[in-house]
């Protein structure tokens, strides 16, 4: 930097300052004599009154003072008439106090100017100083990606950083001097005094404010506010810093709607479900009721009639209450299994093997004059509802009676193996007269069979009975088989963190 | 009813459908239990005959020895005459059997925390329905010692 360093001119040491007074007052007598033997008159004043100056601007007032007194006493000895004597005579008291007190003057006003000087200085210095570290500070809010500006408390802007460029398209000198709300029009979530009454309280302010940019895009920022304040605690400037968190929003309100989405369709899922059940209801009752009494009244008839009627006649009532029978266990089967849809399932540890006991017991009238090998294996636990799992159980079991029935003995084989994974698999096979695997699809289908009722009776409802349950326990359900060589029916269910099986 | 004006029998049935009356009147009837049913066609008429007002407002005093209760009912359903029976200190003795097409899970658990005696779902089989109406009528019209108040014959 060009300017002087004075602080490194000015002299310290006690030392040196009266060295120099003393010094610069040696060399002033000694040119004022050298002056004098030459012939030169009235030097000696000029010469005194600029050492005085020198030693006060660079010395202090202290060794300016003991130049003046060593001046005056010079002047008095060598110059003033009579000379080498420091006797004044009455004549020279005027011209000899003028000299003095011009020298302390000099001082004086000498010393004061350099303090001036030297205050203004050190000012300048600090300024200076201030104006490096704020530069700093105003290149280091350019260099985040965050935006921020200062703004006066009148809202006009004084500091725009690159941030606040990038995000809103106005150059720092389009922005500085505006007012930031004309110039973002800001949407403010609160009244604006009782966001300003918020921050002279607490010194800052946080909120959510809406802008526009430059190019008239809008944009929701997270806006935090500081107060600054001066010396004496006014407030004169609030730091806003902003972030973009319109993405963010975006993101919340589809959210938002996707919920209400979901909530919609729940509703409208529960109210289908209310139907349905409506529906299951009704058909219990009213559908029920005329075939109850078609049944009634056809037996009535063949009770009253049967004797007087020729064989194809009675053949014809006997189709009729068989029909009948039919249709009320159709209902009854097609009820059951909209009933296990819309149960709720209360799951709790079961039991396999001793579920497999009670589904034997269950079908013990279907198994009399039979011979069935049973082949039961060891059956895990199984976390699930225990009435379906029952039901399953049954269904499959009843199953591998019906369709080994023509096998003079019957082999029946219950048994768990390991599945892929975290599974395990629960199979019953029988020797019995299997299906074509062309067909298997059809298998776990409502009211589908492979064989003609005649021959195994049935409403083809109980595979999908357990297709439906294994499902809601959320496992899988299949087959094997083959014509005349028997079936395999298998399920499985994940073991949740090792809970479901045991 | 015309008849019912007058008539107390052991046994008040309320069920709407004439055919459901027909048959289980053909099927008391091998009991001679015919005789003993006074049909109410839904819940009001029934509330009045137990009540004795209305078109009973002539009937000779005292309670059935049973009531055979059907759920759907017109004007007053079933659960609720069985409410009202059951809240009511004088008739709540009466026993009551449903006697509905239904089987709903949430009419049988409903009717049982009213307090229903029984709950029989009628058969399609009309074999089964004659033997579960005999058994009934047999049941709580001839083998079970009716509460005090109850006609006797």
Redesign the interface.
Known sequence: MPRPNLQLQVVHAPVLRYGLAAVSFAMTLGLALLAQHYGFRNVEVPLFLFAITVTVWYAGSGPAILAVVFSSLAFDYFFTEPRYTFYVTKSEIPYYAVFVLFALLLAWFAAVRHRVEAELLQARDRLEIEVTERTQQASLLNLTHDTIFVRDMSDVITYWNRGAQELYGWTAEEAIGKKSPQLLQTVFPASVDDILAELLRTDRWEGELRKTKADGTPVVVASRWSLRRDEQGRAVAILETNNDITERKRWEQEIQSLNQEIAKRSTELEAINKELEAF??SV???L??P???M??????LQKRASSGLDEKSNHYITMM?ES??R??NLI?DL?AFS?IGRAETQNTLVNLGQLVREALTEVRHDTEGRDIIWKIGTLPDFYGDRSMLRLVLVNLITNAIKFTRTRPQAEIEIGCAEGNGNELVVSVRDNGVGFDMKYVNKLFGVFQRLHPSDEFEGTGIGLATVQRIINRHGGKVWAEGAVDAGATFYFSAPRPQGQLWR | MEIANSKLGRILMVEDDSKDVELTLTALEEYNLANEVVITRDGEQALDYLYCRGAYQTRSTGNPAVLLLDLKLPKVDGLEVLKQIKSDGELRMIPVVVLTSSKEEKDMVASYKLGVNAYVVKPVDFHEFVNAIKELGVFWAIINEPPPGSVRK
């Open positions: 299951a209801y219990s009752h009213d029920r009721a075939l109850r009494h049944a009634g009244y056809t037996e009535l209450l009948a029978k249709m009320g009854d009820l009933r």
